[in-house]
């Protein structure tokens, strides 16, 4: 296929859905980001794959539902329980996103954070990556690159990468260079931050990554540092672009931004409630921004509901690229939509949570929702904040959403030994009522 498109898919941890201005941010954080949407699409009814981290990350590399895997279910990956295990990973078997455009001569690199499980058994390299820079695990600090266990994860390739910076930008400049040496032919490289996870560093808090014990950093944090943060990110994206238009690739990149689940304390949601773990919208819902001035008209917004595994299908569209028949696709292609905002079809979104015995489903406009038993149903169409429950006014709908859950989740394997992890303290809980 001639003139195949470059790829760039940039992963923010723990972003919510109104952080960013082109979202309806209160802050200017986001200025690369903005100018990104508007040059290009922005979709208003975005989805991860769950409201946890490794989960997502198995779709987005897979494709399907990440529950088909046995490390999909945990929630997340938690790297005490994962060093070593053989079932906590992504299988190195299973086609993926980089390993099937490897195969078609794409140049593949991830940048930034894995959480897919750990070697012997597991690795970026293993699943089709050919370049690696980043962390294995989930959270790490941003000064001294070690883990919420105390281990040092930071790596290049195979090797611990004992290297000295501020995370953030240090992922900015390895993917710089990527695009640099691989401007010659045709590249996926995965964008994967850690920001604006915990613990809650900007370039100047070297001082408070010395000072805390633990990594989940619970007495710290501010708002203005959460935004810092985020800024701070976009201050390496907007060089990402910068070397895409200096190597005079930028008209034939296809450039996909979102995050890996909703926000964390100090994120912005509005007008959603929820967050991580949560599947009310706020745990669910993400910023999708997508550029590509070959085929994607500036300043587009469309309606389309997505989910992080469709852009599997979309890439591999893009490149002319057939996947492995053997592992259908769950995600569905959003090629014709990028290209034409407008033409939206109708589909069917799932999602599985084990913490709280969470269930979701929204099929157009309704979304019906079960958490710890208590059944909901929502009308998103007229009432995003999810605080009108019509469960009791509308019964046959809601009965009949709940069947075709039921349904959807039949097919899907069980993983009895599956966890989650809890979060800290009851005040981190958002539920339907609250």
Same mark, same amino acid.
């Given at each position: 296929?001639?003139?195949?498109?470059?790829?760039?898919?940039?992963?923010?941890?723990?972003? =919510?859905? &109104?952080?960013?201005?082109?979202?309806? #941010?209160?802050?200017?954080?986001? !200025?690369? /980001?903005?100018? +990104?949407? %508007?040059?290009?699409?922005?979709?208003?009814?975005?989805?991860?794959?769950?409201?946890?981290?490794?989960?997502?990350?198995?779709?987005?590399?897979?494709?399907?539902?990440?529950?088909?895997?046995?490390?999909?279910?945990?929630?997340?990956?938690?790297? =005490?329980? &994962?060093?070593?295990?053989?079932?906590? #990973?992504?299988?190195?078997?299973? !086609?993926? /996103?980089?390993? +099937?455009? %490897?195969?078609?001569?794409?140049?593949?690199?991830?940048?930034?954070?894995?959480?897919?499980?750990?070697?012997?058994?597991?690795?970026?390299?293993?699943?089709?990556?050919?370049?690696?820079?980043?962390?294995?695990?989930?959270?790490?600090?941003?000064?001294?690159?070690?883990?919420?266990?105390?281990?040092?994860?930071?790596?290049?390739?195979?090797?611990?990468?004992?290297?000295?910076?501020?995370?953030?930008?240090?992922?900015?400049?390895?993917?710089?260079?990527?695009?640099?040496?691989?401007?010659?032919?045709?590249?996926?490289?995965?964008?994967?931050?850690?920001?604006?996870?915990?613990?809650?560093?900007?370039?100047?808090?070297?001082?408070?990554?010395?000072?805390?014990?633990?990594?989940?950093?619970?007495?710290?944090?501010?708002?203005?540092?959460?935004?810092?943060?985020?800024?701070?990110?976009?201050?390496?994206?907007?060089?990402?672009?910068?070397?895409?238009?200096?190597?005079?690739?930028?008209?034939?990149?296809?450039?996909?931004?979102?995050?890996?689940?909703?926000?964390?304390?100090?994120?912005?949601?509005?007008?959603?409630?929820?967050?991580?773990?949560?599947?009310?919208?706020?745990?669910?819902?993400?910023?999708?921004?997508?550029?590509?001035?070959?085929?994607?008209?500036?300043?587009?917004?469309?309606?389309?509901?997505?989910?992080?595994?469709?852009?599997?299908?979309?890439?591999?569209?893009?490149?002319?690229?057939?996947?492995?028949?053997?592992?259908?696709?769950?995600?569905?292609?959003?090629?014709?939509?990028?290209?034409?905002?407008?033409?939206?079809?109708?589909?069917?979104?799932?999602?599985?949570?084990?913490?709280?015995?969470?269930?979701?489903?929204?099929?157009?406009?309704?979304?019906?929702?079960?958490?710890?038993?208590?059944?909901?149903?929502?009308?998103?169409?007229?009432?995003?904040?999810?605080?009108?429950?019509?469960?009791?006014?509308?019964?046959?709908?809601?009965?009949?959403?709940?069947?075709?859950?039921?349904?959807?989740?039949?097919?899907?394997?069980?993983?009895?030994?599956?966890?989650?992890?809890?979060?800290?303290?009851?005040?981190?809980?958002?539920?339907?009522?609250?």
């Amino acid at each position: 296929m001639k003139n195949r498109p470059n790829f760039v898919f940039i992963l923010a941890d723990d972003l =919510g859905y &109104a952080d960013l201005g082109c979202y309806g #941010g209160r802050s200017d954080c986001s !200025p690369s /980001l903005d100018r +990104l949407a %508007r040059q290009g699409l922005r979709f208003t009814q975005g989805y991860a794959n769950s409201s946890v981290c490794s989960p997502t990350r198995f779709a987005l590399m897979t494709g399907r539902w990440q529950h088909r895997l046995r490390g999909g279910a945990d929630e997340p990956i938690r790297s =005490g329980a &994962a060093r070593g295990n053989p079932l906590l #990973g992504l299988p190195p078997a299973h !086609p993926t /996103l980089p390993s +099937l455009l %490897r195969d078609a001569g794409y140049a593949t690199a991830l940048v930034g954070k894995w959480h897919l499980g750990f070697p012997p058994h597991f690795g970026p390299r293993k699943s089709g990556y050919q370049e690696f820079f980043g962390a294995l695990s989930g959270g790490l600090d941003y000064f001294t690159h070690r883990d919420s266990y105390g281990a040092h994860d930071l790596f290049e390739n195979e090797t611990e990468a004992h290297v000295k910076g501020y995370l953030t930008d240090l992922i900015s400049e390895k993917a710089i260079s990527f695009i640099t040496r691989k401007r010659q032919e045709p590249f996926l490289l995965s964008v994967h931050y850690n920001a604006p996870h915990w613990p809650w560093e900007t370039r100047d808090d070297e001082a408070e990554s010395k000072r805390i014990d633990k990594l989940y950093h619970f007495d710290g944090g501010s708002l203005a540092t959460y935004l810092t943060m985020i800024r701070q990110m976009d201050e390496g994206i907007g060089r990402i672009l910068s070397a895409l238009r200096k190597n005079k690739l930028e008209k034939n990149t296809l450039i996909v931004f979102t995050s890996d689940n909703g926000g964390e304390r100090f994120s912005d949601t509005w007008p959603l409630v929820g967050k991580k773990m949560d599947l009310l919208e706020g745990g669910i819902r993400v910023p999708y921004i997508v550029r590509w001035p070959a085929k994607v008209k500036a300043g587009g917004v469309t309606k389309q509901t997505a989910i992080t595994m469709d852009w599997v299908a979309t890439f591999l569209e893009a490149a002319g690229v057939e996947p492995d028949p053997k592992f259908p696709l769950d995600g569905k292609s959003l090629l014709n939509v990028i290209r034409k905002p407008t033409k939206t079809f109708d589909r069917d979104l799932f999602w599985k949570m084990l913490f709280r015995n969470q269930k979701a489903l929204r099929s157009g406009g309704w979304k019906y929702l079960s958490v710890d038993g208590d059944e909901f149903l929502f009308d998103l169409s007229r009432d995003e904040r999810e605080r009108a429950n019509y469960g009791k006014r509308e019964p046959k709908r809601l009965a009949a959403m709940r069947e075709k859950y039921l349904a959807w989740e039949e097919t899907l394997p069980k993983h009895p030994d599956a966890c989650y992890s809890v979060p800290a303290t009851k005040a981190d809980l958002v539920t339907p009522s609250s």
